[in-house]
């Protein structure tokens, strides 16, 4: 932990260092969880990630915004989801994710509306719906119009046809936790909007750990030869929406951005 951990009363931080020792398996084996009809956790619903890492998916301070937004525009400081805080970046890589993050502002897909691609779809900072059955399990995202299948009916699973935003979904139950292995993307989405970021070779596995019927530890593990030296690991709770009647919002974002991106901030005039 870093040194924000002496701020926190010692009864939080006993917690915190046993939740993050704990393997999630371990979680899964003692976690009272609601059941679908096929004896697996019911993960029907309505989820959110709560934090920053949309913004830095690292431990990140307080900074400025795009030009023009002042305090609106700021990004504000956050503790990192990323186990140990380290990404193992070639170094060519890492000078391009300097160059990213240079350009944030304009070359982030997520600013120019794309899809957000995976694992980013899942901690952007809007609510996603899971919708579970036995051969396939929908993930449907407010932003972009963003939607996968994960493909539960596969013993052998299929190559993807051709590279996308969201590549190809293919899941498997290991125990109480939902396995969902994706390849199959097409190198241009980010992380984060600090600018890390993969290629083609990118290869996610994501697992789904009922820690409460409310509660779901999320974990993605990333590796792409073409970026990193190693596999890493991300790692965070998601939250169920208890609103009565929660929805997923459609969120189109272009006829926002455009100004942004093409640099015609249109102000009204003061008076």
């Not at 939607?147 to 190559?159: A, C, I, L, S």
Request: with cysteine.
């Amino acid at each position: 932990m870093t040194k924000w951990r002496s701020a926190l009363p010692i009864s939080i931080v006993a917690l915190l260092t046993v939740f993050l020792q704990v393997p999630s398996a371990a979680v899964a084996q003692t976690a009272e969880v609601a059941r679908a009809f096929d004896g697996h956790p019911d993960l029907n619903g309505v989820w959110q990630a709560i934090g920053t890492a949309h913004w830095d998916i690292q431990d990140h301070s307080a900074s400025a915004g795009p030009p023009d937004t002042g305090a609106i525009g700021a990004i504000p400081p956050g503790q990192g989801v990323v186990v140990g805080n380290e990404i193992p970046y070639r170094p060519e890589a890492l000078e391009q994710k300097q160059q990213n993050f240079e350009n944030r502002w304009t070359d982030d897909p997520e600013v120019k509306c794309f899809m957000p691609g995976v694992p980013r779809a899942t901690y952007l900072p809007y609510p996603f719906r899971i919708i579970q059955g036995d051969r396939k399990i929908m993930f449907v995202y407010g932003f972009a119009e963003a939607n996968r299948t994960v493909h539960m009916d596969k013993d052998n699973p299929e190559p993807p046809p051709l590279d996308t935003w969201m590549g190809r979904s293919h899941g498997s139950w290991d125990g109480d936790t939902l396995v969902v292995d994706a390849v199959g993307f097409n190198g241009e989405s980010w992380f984060d909007r600090a600018g890390n970021f993969a290629s083609t070779g990118l290869h996610v596995v994501e697992r789904y750990t009922p820690m409460s019927p409310d509660v779901i530890i999320y974990e993605a593990t990333i590796e792409d030869p073409n970026v990193f030296t190693g596999p890493w690991t991300m790692r965070m709770p998601l939250y169920r929406r208890l609103e009565e009647n929660a929805q997923v919002l459609e969120y189109k974002c272009v006829e926002f951005s455009e100004d942004l991106i093409y640099g015609h901030l249109r102000r009204e005039p003061t008076r």
